[in-house]
């Protein structure tokens, strides 16, 4: 009595799935396929009906302003052309990726659940292997899990400008697809072994997406993408369970699709809500400044110059970050330059990073200036340490004081080496504290210079 209705509603609902895919199977999927560059050119090709277009309104067209009907036409035709050329290449990759990152997933969920777990035998994306198993299925290698030869196409495109680096584009992407997608599930009942196959191609999909590019310096100039919805997506499919009729083509099944794939994305991809790529190492964009340090500059004692007849043009060039450079003034004919100029200058880390100070010599009949000598400043100091853990050696940095107490001033009188080698000579004069080895005042050297870092 218990197994009737059981038996009755099982075959019941076969019957409904096989006989409404019959009736329904005319409810084809939409297709985006016939969307090309070429009948976009095509003037002969009449406006369908559907559109709400008169040929009257078309004639207008070549009329009004050219942003009206070319919105950044150029940039999408090329992109366009970028990706048809670029898609079989990427299709493999994309795949690798796809594989790579749903396999930890599966795996992590299946082994919370002992009980499933023990239930699945496998799950294969065409030929690749979710669980790593040494498959007993002799036609694995025949399935498919592709993204065909039918590229996605950008169907138009409106670019934004901003005062950042960064580049925000407004597409409609349009995917008419050939993919194949194979997806077998091997249960074990018992001694059997059950394979459900889930065939799922055809895929039609519209989204109107908004990305926004960081642009960076170096190459790819890209660090990273930022993706989002402005709309629900439109998708369309077929899907057959056990090679049999288009569940898809059921009444209702891609409402609910839809449906479901809109509350998905509803919190993850629907703006203001967005996904973020990383191309680059935190998107191309250099780590937050660690501080700040002030220097005041205050003068340089018995400069030797190259020239024996004339005195000397100094100036001083601060270098903390790579081709970050900040200048002083140029003292005219002296040897004993007085400056006091003060700069601002940002530390991104403080243990791998340094204060570099060149004194050139200025020239205006020389294409480039003489560089009369040298200095550094160490903001840490790198010692070899037994780690507690392991019992190995391991590299520390020990910051210096004035670094570790922020806004405290540090006098400093630094010996200045020659280009070439040696020091200057030391003749000391008046200064109250010495740094960098230098014994007293050492004549040669940057005097009376003071440090303020400013840390966050």
Aim: proline share 7%; aromatic share 8%; charged share 20%.
């Amino acid at each position: 009595m218990v197994f009737g209705p059981l038996i009755g509603a099982g075959l019941g609902a076969l019957a409904g799935v096989g006989i409404g895919s019959a009736v329904f199977s005319g409810d084809r999927p939409k297709d985006f396929n016939f969307i090309t560059e070429t009948a976009d050119r095509n003037d002969n090709i009449r406006t369908p009906a559907c559109a709400n277009v008169t040929d009257e309104m078309r004639n207008m067209i070549p009329l009004t302003p050219e942003w009206t009907f070319w919105p950044d036409y150029d940039r999408w035709v090329m992109i366009n052309r970028v990706i048809r050329l670029m898609w079989p290449k990427l299709t493999s990759a994309i795949l690798l990726e796809v594989v790579k990152a749903v396999k930890p997933i599966v795996q992590q969920n299946l082994y919370a659940l002992p009980s499933v777990l023990s239930l699945i035998d496998d799950i294969t994306l065409g030929p690749y292997s979710i669980m790593d198993a040494d498959h007993l299925d002799p036609h694995i290698a025949d399935k498919y899990f592709t993204l065909g030869d039918h590229p996605i196409r950008v169907a138009g495109m409106k670019v934004y400008s901003t005062a950042e680096d960064t580049c925000i584009m407004e597409m409609p992407l349009i995917w008419g697809s050939n993919a194949v997608f194979d997806v077998q599930v091997y249960l074990r009942l018992g001694p059997a072994r059950v394979v459900v196959p889930i065939h799922l191609s055809q895929i039609q999909y519209k989204a109107l997406v908004r990305v926004v590019l960081n642009m960076v310096d170096t190459i790819p100039c890209i660090g990273g993408a930022t993706l989002s919805l402005l709309a629900p997506l439109h998708f369309d499919a077929k899907l057959r369970l056990f090679n049999g009729p288009d569940v898809m083509a059921l009444p209702g099944v891609k409402q609910a699709a839809n449906w479901a794939m809109g509350l998905v994305l509803k919190d993850v991809l629907l703006y203001p809500n967005s996904v973020s790529v990383p191309l680059m190492t935190n998107f191309g964009v250099p780590p937050e400044p660690q501080g700040m340090v002030k220097i005041t500059l205050t003068r340089i004692e018995d400069l030797k110059t190259t020239d024996l007849l004339t005195k000397g043009d100094p100036y001083v060039v601060f270098e903390i970050r790579e081709g970050r450079v900040q200048r002083s003034k140029i003292v005219k004919s002296n040897n004993n330059p007085v400056f006091n100029e003060e700069f601002f200058m940002v530390v991104d880390d403080f243990e791998q990073q340094r204060l570099s100070i060149k004194v050139y010599d200025y020239d205006r009949l020389r294409p480039t200036d003489d560089l009369l000598g040298t200095a550094e400043v160490f903001f840490s100091q790198e010692a070899i340490e037994t780690d507690p853990v392991t019992g190995g050696e391991k590299v520390v940095y020990h910051l210096a004081d004035w670094i570790r107490s922020p806004m405290q001033q540090k006098k400093l009188a630094l010996p200045l080496h020659i280009a070439g080698g040696g020091l200057l000579k030391a003749v000391g004069k008046g200064i109250t504290k010495t740094a960098m080895g230098a014994a007293g005042a050492v004549s040669g050297g940057l005097a009376g210079r003071s440090f303020n870092p400013l840390n966050h």
